[in-house]
């Protein structure tokens, strides 16, 4: 086994823990957009996830507001025991071409309103769409929503970040559509090697052989303060 093939599979380890850890942060108490297949140029499943922030009131509507300057042709909204839900289509400012089609209106709005209770305090619910075409050369697509409260309390999920660094009160849910990370291609050298790893392999690869040595150091050591009888 060559060493840059043990400093590759160090690399793809030490990637997918720092991966596992971020989409774990990503997960806090705002109201987010995920979607599990969205592609530029094709159809998506958007999923709001909605936390209720509250201890004694529940979340009873959700506003979404789609984007007006790429908008959807399609707009398909999920049915939920306990919501109805109501799409709102509105006249475009300018028409835009989607595809084969130019859309001179389209949904704008979609709202699901509680029939009862609605998400209980301190928990949360998921709210999906089904939409197309996904827009191509676009890094990014913002939903701005409102979430209302049993009580009375609107929250206005709208504020757009600056920059990666800035992080808002109320941030509006924003889905990238950058593309997703993959394994760096390699090539073969004359011995059979791997060459061209990236920088990064190359670190995160050394830095997991590091903690190893010094693991295996640290166990020989213990193991020779053993006495044996």
Do not use: C
Request: net charge neutral; no cysteine.
């Amino acid at each position: 086994m060559s060493k840059k093939f043990v400093l590759r599979a160090a690399a793809i380890s030490a990637a997918s823990a720092l991966i596992f850890v971020g989409a774990a942060n990503s997960a806090s108490a705002h109201v987010t957009v995920s979607s599990p297949d969205a592609k530029p140029g094709g159809y998506a499943k958007l999923v709001f996830r909605v936390p209720t922030e509250s201890d004694t009131a529940g979340t009873t509507k959700l506003v979404v507001s789609l984007p007006k300057d790429h908008p959807f042709a399609h707009v398909g909204a999920q049915v939920k025991d306990g919501w109805k839900v109501v799409k709102t289509t509105e006249k475009l400012p300018t028409p835009v071409k989607v595809g084969d089609v130019t859309l001179t209106e389209a949904i704008t709005t979609v709202t699901w309103t509680a029939a009862a209770a609605g998400v209980p305090p301190n928990d949360f619910d998921e709210f999906a769409l089904s939409v197309g075409r996904i827009p191509e050369g676009v890094a990014s697509l913002t939903f701005p929503a409102v979430q209302t409260y049993s009580d009375g309390e609107v929250v206005k999920w709208e504020q757009i970040a600056k920059n990666d660094a800035d992080k808002p009160e109320h941030p509006a849910p924003t889905l990238k559509l950058t593309t997703a990370l993959t394994p760096v291609a390699a090539t073969t050298n004359d011995d059979g090697d791997e060459a061209g790893a990236d920088p990064l392999a190359r670190i995160l690869g050394g830095a997991g052989l590091l903690l190893g040595l010094v693991g295996l150091g640290l166990g020989l050591r213990a193991g020779r303060g053993k006495v044996t009888p």
